[in-house]
Each structure stands twice: as C-alpha cells, then as structure tokens.
C-alpha cells in the first residue's frame, strides 16, 4: 500500500468519524427575528416518531416583552399554547412522525414589533459521562463538578435572561447612570 493508498484509507476514516459524530449531535435551529406588530410567524421542523424536541424563546425587545406562542403535531393537535409570555421552555416527545409547526403570534399588538430569540432542538443529548444509566457508581469529585456545571449552566443562562431585562429597564438605566457620573467625578 503507498502513500495513495494510505490517504485514501485516512480519509475514509476521517470520513467515517465525521458521520458518526454528527448521528450522535442532537439538531437543531437559533433565529433571532423581528415580529410585526398584528402579525404572525411560523416555523416547521420534520421530527421522527419518540424523538424528544425542546423549544425555547425569549422576547428581546418591543412593546411589553410579551409574545403568543403555540406548537401543533402534524395532525393539526395543538400542544403547547401560551399567551403574552416574555419567555418559556417546552419539551415533548413526538407521538407521531411528520412535521411539527411552531408559532409566534403578535396579532394582540397594534402598533409595537418584537424581537424574538428562540432555539428548537430535536433529538436526545448524549449522556454526560459514558454508561451513565447502565450502572451505579459512586461519582469521584471531577465527575461530579462535570455533572454540576452541567445542570448550573441552565440556570446561570436563565438568570442572564432575567437581569438582561432589568437592565433594559429605564428605571435601573438611570440608577446605574447616577453611579456612573458620581464615581467619574475628579476628586
């Protein structure tokens, strides 16, 4: 075998790698977009029958941060539905195998527009630590502080939701103007 040969059977396997790693990802879609007032958006994703899918979504910016949110299956069920949410999570597993429509209604605003963030995930993540839930051990400490930044990163980005808000708030703005200009004041 020469040196063609050992390149081609590399990349075969480089090839092979990069398919196995991308079967074992969870996939997904983040958008950020703008929603007109007195209107309404909606977004598909095809999912397989069990799969687990999750969707999340912030309003960013418009009138009182508030947003319609439902999700329907692929037979016209509705089965998530919100209304005037600044945020939330929804997770469900697929009953039936089709495509899953998500929408962001804006129809109860007549004259302010809203910037929404959301990320809608299919598909399971891959446990943390190999055969997690084939067996019980006792976690040494580096497997534990794996499992705990693990869950507290969750928490930590919904608590960066909740001040991000409080910052954009006039209120608080002034307050930290006030700060800004006594502590850059000359002595």
């Not at 209304?83 to 004259?111: I, L, M, P």
């Not at 019980?136 to 808000?165: E, F, I, M, N």
Request: aromatic content about 10%; glycine content about 6%.
């Amino acid at each position: 075998m020469g040196r063609a040969g050992a390149r081609s059977a590399s990349a075969l396997l480089l090839l092979l790698l990069l398919v196995l790693l991308r079967a074992e990802r969870p996939r997904g879609a983040e958008l950020t977009f703008e929603l007109p007032d007195s209107a309404r958006q909606c977004f598909h994703e095809d999912v397989e029958q069990g799969a687990r899918f999750s969707l999340d979504y912030q309003v960013i910016t418009g009138g009182h941060y508030d947003v319609d949110c439902y999700v329907e299956d692929p037979l016209g069920n509705t089965i998530y539905r919100e209304t005037k949410k600044q945020y939330d999570s929804f997770t469900h597993r697929a009953e039936v195998k089709g495509v899953y429509q998500f929408c962001f209604s804006n129809e109860f605003s007549t004259f302010s527009h809203k910037t929404i963030y959301f990320d809608f995930q299919v598909g399971d993540e891959p446990p943390i630590l190999p055969d997690m839930g084939n067996r019980v051990t006792a976690l040494t400490q580096d497997p534990c502080g794996s499992l705990l930044r693990h869950s507290w990163v969750p928490a930590q980005a919904c608590t960066q939701r909740h001040y991000g808000k409080a910052l954009r708030s006039p209120l608080c703005s002034h307050h930290l103007r006030r700060k800004d200009q006594r502590w850059s004041r000359p002595a």
